[in-house]
């Protein structure tokens, strides 16, 4: 399997870089690729690009339009490219969907047709050989997302309760740093818990019916740190082994 250890070794170098404490490529990672070699599938890949409320102030303060960060440059023409090139030229066909993922709350007036167009408009040519761009609601889903009712109606018993408070304190920060908000603490709970929620039933339908690749695995390329997906683990104990760090994170920041 030189082509799987050529391609893992790479992608293991590519994880380091991407920050120190980077979550470390699972072994799974590598029986998948092997199963994909010796069964002649592609690499099914999913990355999900979040389209937040932060997009409002950003297209403000980019003057009534949305200007490319370095690292949105970086991902789309340097990073993507090098990946699907790393996995051609060791004989591996790719399968590789970006969704753009709307915020869970407070989605209205986000600028997303703009937003859209401005990345799909940075990558071009050859390099999108293999890969799809795709609404998450409208393409994929047929409609907006909804919470895992369960969840919702008995919160702590699925959730520890420092894990909401983390999440709280968390959203906090943001809010302060990256959007306009003015809520409360308990708007602000109300808000962890539909999330959550909703973060929970959208990991039972990536592992159990996956609307892109079926009863096919697959990996995840993130573009948010790998803690992101902590809530997914919540119904799917181990689903944070298809995850592949190699992505710069969070490239929307403005400050990227």
Known sequence: MRQV???VSELRKRAKLVKPNNLKINEWVDRYLEDCTLNGKPVNILTQW?????????FKKQGGQFVPTKKELRVLQEEIPALLSLFSRNGFRVNWWITFNTT???AEGIP????????????KGDSRVGVVFADWEDDVLGKKPEPDQAVLDNFLGHVSEGYFKLRVEQLSTWAQKESDWQKTTD???????????CEVAEAKLLTFRNPLFGKEDWLLIPLDDAEAYDSFTIPVN????????VLSLCPWRMNS
């Open 50 to 58: 979040c389209v937040s409320s932060m997009l409002k102030r950003r």
């Open 104 to 106: 869970f709350i407070d």
């Open 5 to 7: 250890e050529s391609v």
């Open 187 to 197: 708007e602000l709970e109300k808000d962890v818990r539909y999330t959550t929620a």
């Open 238 to 245: 181990d689903f944070k082994r298809r995850i592949v760090p």
């Open 112 to 123: 997303q047709t703009a937003y859209k167009e401005m990345l799909l408009g940075c990558f």
